[in-house]
């Protein structure tokens, strides 16, 4: 994106700037605290989509009475190692953290923990949640079903969102592995890059609205469909659907959200489903202590085996080699921890106009 | 394949034939009717790799001493939630029923049972353990490593197997969703069906030994490598390597278990790995009890719901449109059980082999 005029904030300004604003909208300062951390640990992962850029989507649902600023968070049901909590519509930004910690702690007390939540909104980046299990030595889960934009193999209609799995295991001198990943062949997030630097998108990310392969993003975003993993029957996208499924089932039915095409949407542009299954939409969490099947170091020091022997594997001529998953958003971290978030002339005026608005200061002196 | 001369058998001839088998290595009734269970239920889900195809693999592994035909299956380490399974060597199909069932029992006790396993070996199809749990209202799930045949994305060297992930929800009216999948874009049996049947493979399964893409089952399976589901950068591989590195890890690092390509091979054939980091292959199972999240019945409802709205998804011309998780096994079942399994000559006559040494009987007069 050299081409798109940028500017560069550090992360504690964005983030204390997100805070704020979730503030003055009715949030807690606790819960502000959390939902900022999260756009924050977002935009130093290199994952742009889901942080500061997505403020404007809150503050607009918020802003419409669409989520609860002070929702009652409660556990519907429970037993000794599973719950169902309902988040009260208020931000998945702070439902998320609150029914993950449930998780944790039904972890602690029987080894592991699964919590399946309704009536919440967006939670952020999926790999956030297994990254609190890592402080505690567990192995967490993080899975939630989003509004519809990827079609089954061979349907030509939206039936599921991009539905991310998270799992995280920690290592011992070894950085921790993190997956987070969508179920689809490739981030929605990205289709709307190609479309705003008004490039092709490559052959088998999505279909037109009328089932045809495309190239064009706009193709895409006016009716067409994301394909799920594995893009084709010969490429194996009956398996990316299946994971997709299984993410809105454990996510959405399990917990009584809204599943499949019913899920609400994101942004308060997009029109309402016509039918409502449940309440919100749903996420899964879930936490696992390491001590309850090995010996917690025992499991590190193989962690740190496992990654090393991947490291040394034989590479195709012309690539990096295998990369260990969780690399990419550690090497984002590195350097934006240091040198800042740079943010896009957009986003930045999106920025700007919400602190208009909020009286909430936004500096572009700021901008290093 | 019309054009291979086959035989058909009825299910139950088959399964008494290989229980009998199994006894005469040692095996004791009771496990021996359960390792032929698993075998028959393969061949009725028309998964052929899996079935009798196999009993060869097993019965040369217990006449060379491989495997333990009386193993002492003990938990070695456990919470309420948790435990670990130490296998003593045994068959797959008689350790892993075992675990699962231990999975299901922890999950009556406090809301979900995992179960990792070491010291075993291959446990047949996946999709049977979480059949097991919907007989008792759980989700089920079965993960296992096998023995490396799949490069991670970027790499050129056999790393990981084929992994499997299975789950299974069940539903009231509609019949159950079943998800047994491979992480690779293709299941190592088909390779071998196309070389059997001397046919290409599609562009996108395996590299050769060069790291170059081949469509060439051979090159292929002399020296070459499955790509994972995804099969490139561009479309994802990085997602099926990161799911196969997840069941590598719950499977055999979490339970003590050989992990990546230390995995030792599933045929007599294969070299053992240069190097030993833990005690046979792993298995991973969870259970958990629908009630712990929500009604049972307003669970069962919502997935009848789920399975007629996806049934409805508008297809793509000239396709069946989208199928339900677990539909072609069904499909295969319901004409098996009637009409009996079709074996090609190369199988029976590995069986009448094994009927000549062992002196249990297998009769051609049985085929249909």
């Given amino acids: 994106m050299a081409n798109i005029e940028s500017f560069t904030f550090s992360s504690a300004y964005l983030k204390n700037f997100t805070r704020e604003v979730f503030r003055y909208y009715g949030v807690s300062e606790q819960d502000a605290e959390l939902a900022s951390d999260i756009l924050a640990m977002s935009d130093l992962r290199g994952i742009e989509s889901h942080g500061v850029a ?6 607009g ?13 409660k556990i519907i049901r429970q037993k000794p190692s599973t719950a169902t909590v309902d988040g009260d519509n208020g931000l998945g930004l702070v439902v998320g953290p609150k029914a993950n910690e449930i998780a944790m702690e039904k972890a ?3 080894g592991s923990g699964w919590v399946g939540v309704c009536h919440t909104n967006h939670f952020g980046i999926a790999g956030y949640y297994p990254l609190q299990a890592l402080k505690r030595d567990m192995i967490g889960w993080a899975l939630t079903n989003t ?12 039936m ?4 991310p799995i998270a799992i995280a295991f920690p290592a011992l001198e070894e950085p921790p592995i993190v997956i987070d990943m969508a179920t689809s062949v490739a981030a929605f997030g990205k289709v709307e890059i190609a ?8 052959t088998g990310w999505g279909i037109d609205s009328k089932g045809n392969d495309t190239q064009i993003a706009d193709a895409l975003i006016e009716g067409g469909a994301l394909l799920p993993l594995g893009t084709n029957g010969t490429l194996g996208a009956h398996k990316g659907y299946a994971l997709s499924s299984m993410v809105d089932i454990l996510s959405a039915v399990l917990s009584g959200a809204n599943w499949g095409p019913f899920t609400p949407p994101f942004t308060i ?18 936490a696992m202590q390491i001590d309850g099947f090995i010996e917690t170091d025992e499991f590190k020091r193989q962690m740190d085996d496992w990654i090393r022997t991947f490291r040394k594997t034989k590479a195709v001529p012309g690539t990096p080699g295998p990369l260990i998953p969780g690399d990419p958003e550690r090497a984002a971290e590195a350097i934006r921890s240091v040198s800042g978030i740079p943010l896009i002339k957009p986003v930045v005026d999106e920025l700007l106009l919400i602190s208009k608005v909020t009286a909430v200061p936004f500096d572009l002196n700021e901008a290093k």
């Fill in 147 to 158: 509004t519809k934009i990827v079609t089954p193999l061979w349907g030509m209609e939206r």
């Fill in 54 to 59: 997505r403020l404007q989507t809150y503050v």
């Fill in 108 to 110: 602690e007390q029987v």
């Fill in 61 to 73: 649902l918020l802003k419409a009475g669409r989520i609860n600023p002070k929702p009652n968070i």
């Fill in 269 to 286: 542009q997009q029109t309402m489903p016509e039918r409502s299954v449940g309440k919100g939409i749903g996420h899964f969490f879930g």
């Fill in 160 to 163: 599921l969102g991009t539905n």
């Fill in 195 to 202: 479309k705003r630097e008004q490039k092709p998108i490559p």
